[in-house]
């Protein structure tokens, strides 16, 4: 231990610190004030950052327990239950709040390895605890505002690019008609055991939509009917099916709405009793639209939205609806359309829904099963995780209302297992 004999006088400076330090020389710090090695160390970001992984990984443990009782409490989401909703929203809020200190402490890392900091950051930092925030809050502020700018300015061409290339998918998504070719196997899900295919029916192609509907639907098809069997048709497409896109669709409608005025006069009227019975008010927004439109005189994607959700409609005049436009589009050599309920409306946000209306010569049953309880569970949570899971984590928001409705696109429709499926 030093020792200083004489007592400091005002005509001396005296300095106290570790032997060996030379005066003006930071010891975990560059002259910037980054930290040196040592002061990573001395500092314990690295620990920092295992820590904080430990908590997202309680997190996310907390989150899948309260994403099981939801599942349980709520029927798979068919009874609304407060306090596992409130429940899961707090977990789902705990489990983002820690990946943000996560990246938090990945960013402080980050930062005490850069060699020597921008004059622009230090000008952010500045402005930032001018604002009122401490030197740490400060500095990681304006390393994350330098970061993301440098990020904007290299990926604005690659962004642009995406753009278009999403804007070019949409377009062929809408305009270009498409064809199943033989060999594929659709997916029919119902409380129809009989075989064979006639009608209009609803199915589906890809791995997670088959799920969906094996789940949620089945699940819905349950609670309709207490304790009745569901049943999982699959049908093999004998010869290709033609899928009118939307603009053909839509150039049928107007075609036949202003060719046959008896045929307008029954859209409307169907339309008008479909307004207000729906499920959910993004479908109710969808019908008033396609009215709006109807009422102007226009026959547009607006009214093909609106009739394609009605397409479920058993009523007298919903049946004679879908089987004029159904017989039109056969003429025309079309087999099928997109569900555009779930594509876009209902809440299942399915890849690839598909309403098949000419398939009786062209396809045929390969196999029809009952879906046993234990699977129809299984399927739901893939469903939901498929639905909500990401958006659920990220926002916080849980299963309400709007998912409420997934298949019944109306209080007074019939189910969509109506449409037949027999021998």
Known sequence: MWQYLSPPT????????????????????????????????????????????T???????????????????????????????????????????????????KVKVKMSRQAKKS???????????????????????????????????VTAGMAITAAAAYVAYKHYDNNVDKIIKSGKTLQNISTNSNKGVSDAFYASMNKIDNAKYRG???????????????????????????????KSATQALSELAKSDKTYSENLKTHLNNLYGSMATPKQNEVIKRGLKSLNSGKVDSHVYEALNLGLVDHSPTGQKVSKGFYDLLKSKGYDSIKDINDYKYSG??????????????????????????????KNLKLGYAD???????????????????????????KSKSDKKVKK
């Open 10 to 53: 005002p005509n001396e400076l005296y300095h106290y610190g570790v032997l060996g330090m030379k005066w003006g020389v930071r010891r975990f710090q560059n002259k910037d004030g980054s930290l040196t090695k040592l002061g990573r160390e001395r500092y314990g970001y690295n620990t920092d950052v295992e820590k904080a992984k």
């Open 55 to 105: 908590e997202v990984s309680k997190a996310k443990a907390t989150y899948k327990k309260a994403l099981t009782d939801y599942y349980k409490k709520t029927k798979g989401g068919l009874v609304y239950d407060s306090k596992a909703s409130d429940k899961l929203t707090k977990a789902a809020k705990d489990l983002q709040y820690a990946k943000d200190d996560l990246s938090d402490a």
């Open 119 to 153: 004059d622009r950051q230090i000008k952010f930092e500045q402005k930032y605890k001018e604002q009122g925030m401490n030197q740490e809050e400060a500095e990681l502020a304006a390393y994350k505002r330098v970061r993301t700018e440098k990020i904007i300015a």
């Open 216 to 246: 949620i639907y089945g699940q819905q098809l349950k609670s309709w009917q207490i304790n009745a069997p569901v049943y999982e048709t699959k049908i093999r497409v004998d010869s290709g099916l033609k899928i009118a896109s939307k």
């Open 348 to 377: 299942y946000k399915s890849a690839n829904p598909l309403i098949v209306f000419n398939g009786a010569s062209k396809t045929s049953v390969k196999s029809i099963r009952e879906v046993g309880e234990e699977e129809i569970k």
């Open 387 to 413: 639905i909500l899971g990401k958006e659920m984590v990220k926002t916080g928001a849980t299963f309400v209302t709007g998912v409420l409705g997934l298949k019944t696109a109306s209080k007074t429709i």
